[in-house]
């Protein structure tokens, strides 16, 4: 009878055991794969009004020192965009034309570094290859492995300066409106037209014709855009154009072996036919596109075409 007791005991324990291992193997937490389908399930937004844009924006901590914000839509297992606004735009600068990418991609729209609601630092400078040190610990900081990047103006520079330092990165390349980076061909222009500035928040004036086009833009959009850029203190303006004006990747565009578009439009009055001709013979493997009448801001003035055209040398997504 003893020896039946103790054998009952003993059963009883390991009973107990394999149901606490059982509990503690059941809530232990997802392995990397299982992480990955839990995060690919979540739902995003395929399109946005632009009341809701600001307010839609999430937050990341990055390695390189601040706190981005950026608007994330489209398939959440998709292909992955990058796009990069111009210079004292954010994220909402692709608003119009985001519709035409959310049906097959995931992409991430960012305020980049003194942009939008991202950090301002004052350091007096912006380096183009500390944007894409950002754009880098961004990727890395998401499990981005590799991406499209599409980059507008001042955010075409970041993508070839980003092209260049972090070449497995990048999968295709499209230049909007841009140039070669180097002081000739972007000047202190810009930069001394902010030092006019002071302290105070850049004129009516003055931001009408930095956002002036030649062709119609939704005015909606262009009213919240322009009071945004118009909110970026005068440091930042500095900031920004002065470490435009400083860098040169010119002597390292042989480095950029990603696929690449350029578009232009023929009314650009920022970067002219002789600077199209320029950063050609610097990537003479890159398609060209140039959209006659359209000015520095494609993707405000024919959404729909351009996006026609990226889409069409994306080619077809795959996962």
């Not at 034309?97 to 301002?120: C, N, V, W």
């Not at 322009?226 to 920004?240: G, L, Q, T, V």
């Not at 565009?253 to 696929?259: C, N, R």
């Not at 494609?298 to 075409?305: G, S």
């Amino acid at each position: 009878m003893k020896k039946q007791k103790i054998g009952y005991q003993i059963g009883l324990i390991l009973l107990m055991g394999i149901i606490i291992f059982a509990t503690l193997t059941g809530c232990a937490k997802p392995d990397a794969a299982a992480s990955k389908t839990l995060t690919n399930s979540v739902s995003l937004p395929n399109t946005m009004s632009q009341e809701a844009w600001a307010d839609s924006k999430k937050e990341i901590d990055l390695s390189t020192g601040i706190k981005m914000k950026y608007v994330e839509m489209g398939q959440a297992d998709g292909p992955i965009i990058i796009f990069l606004h111009g210079m004292t735009d954010n994220s909402r600068s692709w608003s119009l034309i985001e519709p035409y990418f959310t049906s097959k991609y995931h992409i991430y729209m960012l305020d980049q570094r003194g942009h939008g609601a991202t950090d301002k630092p004052d350091m007096r400078m912006y380096p183009i290859s500390l944007y894409a040190s950002d754009l880098a610990a961004f990727m890395d900081q998401q499990g981005i492995k590799k991406a499209d990047i599409i980059g507008h103006s001042l955010g075409s520079m970041i993508a070839q300066a980003f092209a260049i330092n972090y070449p497995e990165h990048v999968d295709h390349l499209v230049l909007e409106s841009s140039t070669l980076v180097n002081n000739q061909t972007i000047g202190l222009d810009m930069y001394n037209a902010t030092l006019a500035f002071g302290d105070n928040p850049p004129s009516e004036e003055f931001m009408d014709n930095w956002y002036s086009t030649p062709n119609p833009v939704d005015e909606e959009f262009l009213s919240h855009e322009k009071a945004e850029s118009s909110a970026i203190p005068p440091y930042a303006w500095r900031a920004i154009t002065k470490g435009g004006a400083f860098s040169d990747l010119t002597p390292f565009m042989t480095e950029i072996k990603a696929p690449t578009l350029i578009l232009w439009g023929t009314s650009d009055t920022f970067f002219a036919e002789k600077n199209q001709d320029d950063l050609r013979k610097a990537l003479p493997n890159a398609k060209f596109i140039a959209y006659e009448n359209i000015g520095h801001n494609i993707h405000w003035e024919d959404p729909q075409r351009m996006a026609a055209d990226v889409l069409s040398f994306l080619g077809t997504p795959t996962n």
